[in-house]
């Protein structure tokens, strides 16, 4: 079956940086779509970033110039560079994938101490 898992996640000081990767696994061998998503506690889920179709990237406001999203189609995997890192940015970031079906991974946690 399809997996996305996530992994890099941990804690980071104001203005450190970390990278997610999504390696995905399965059945299907590349995604039309790939993006990030995060939830903070007790907040609403928020897309972060997303690459659509001509590998475009697409930010929110408040990551522009701060994420980066990228992806290896040969080894399937999706990344988040994520640089001057503040607390606004703490939660637990997600991978999701679209080929006709949507899939999501588990989620990795993101800890920016204040």
């Known amino acids: 079956q399809v997996q996305l898992v996530e992994s890099g996640g941990g804690l980071a000081q104001p203005g450190g940086s970390l990278r997610l990767s999504c390696a995905v696994s399965g059945s299907i061998f590349r995604f039309n779509s790939v993006a990030w998503y995060r939830q903070a506690p007790g907040k609403e889920r928020e897309l972060v970033a997303r690459?659509?179709?001509?590998?475009?990237?697409v930010y929110t406001d408040s990551v522009k110039g701060r994420f980066t999203i990228s992806r290896d189609n040969a080894n399937n995997t999706v990344y988040l560079q994520m640089n001057s890192l503040s607390s606004e940015d703490t939660g637990v970031y997600y991978c999701?994938?679209?080929?006709?079906?949507?899939?999501w991974g588990k989620g990795t946690l993101v800890t920016v101490s204040s």
């Open positions: 999701w994938g679209s080929s006709g079906m949507s899939y």
């Open positions: 690459i659509i179709t001509g590998d475009k990237a």
